[in-house]
């Protein structure tokens, strides 16, 4: 099957998948295309909420190129959203895939409740009798735009816009941040009670907050939680990712059995330096 969402397709050919995290606007967007991602996630959980901005930048990601490629981009959008997981949001949800996106990150998700509300939010409703009817469904009708950004057309948007791996042609991403003591402690029933969620991401930030460490990534507390995300993770066969992968951990990450690794750009001052030495400033 040619797949639309890279990230997906990545996972089905049992590689790990690379992405990054960026501010939804233009400037990201042209930049983010050409790189060598899989997926982006647009950060919309600690920036403002502003589906037209995101409508723009999910446009200004199309190019000739992938067109005539794949007919989406190759490097996915998916978007974090910024309501919690105890929130039980849903509108977010469906603004953001009816702009086009291919998934969805939802934060601070502790409680399988939680968990299939997230689900379900990605999901166009159904009969009861219909297959694969758990998660119902409760994502409103609008596929216009999404279709159109897919390179698709609305028949084939509703045979797609599934959440994977649940919907085996399903492209679109569910991802769970796990990032508190509660999420760790249910996160073996909401894997187990709750099908469609495609990745559990660590909120390692969030999470070293609660356990007294902030931002100390090495502390023995922070590893070990980490540690039983992914533990619980890889005993039922999920996918995790981690959110904050740099040349330093990057190996470590691999080696931990992470599958989504998510790498914030650096950026290079090495001529400044250079120039700065040779004029006598360094």
Known sequence: MARLN?????FEQGRKAFGTFAPADMESALWVTEAPYDGVIYEMEHRPWDPAQLRDTLQWMVSRKSIAATGAPAVTPIVRIPANGGEMNQFLAKQALDMGAFGVVWPHVSTAEQAYNAVAACRYPRRETAPLFEPQGIRGDSPKTAARFWGIGAGEYYRKAD????????EILVILMIED????ANLDEILTKVPGIGAVMIGEGDLSQELGHPREYDHPEVVSAMAEIVRVCKASGMRVGHPHVGSKNVETVLSDG?????????????ALEAGRRLDGRS
Do not use: K, N, Y
Not at 163 to 170: D, I, R
Not at 181 to 184: D, E, H, V
Not at 263 to 270: D, G
């Open 258 to 270: 992470f599958d989504l690794l998510l790498a914030a750009p650096e950026r290079s001052f090495s």
């Open 6 to 10: 890279s990230v997906i397709a990545a």
């Open 181 to 184: 003591l509660a999420g760790i």
């Open 163 to 170: 959440v994977w791996p649940l919907a085996p042609e399903g």
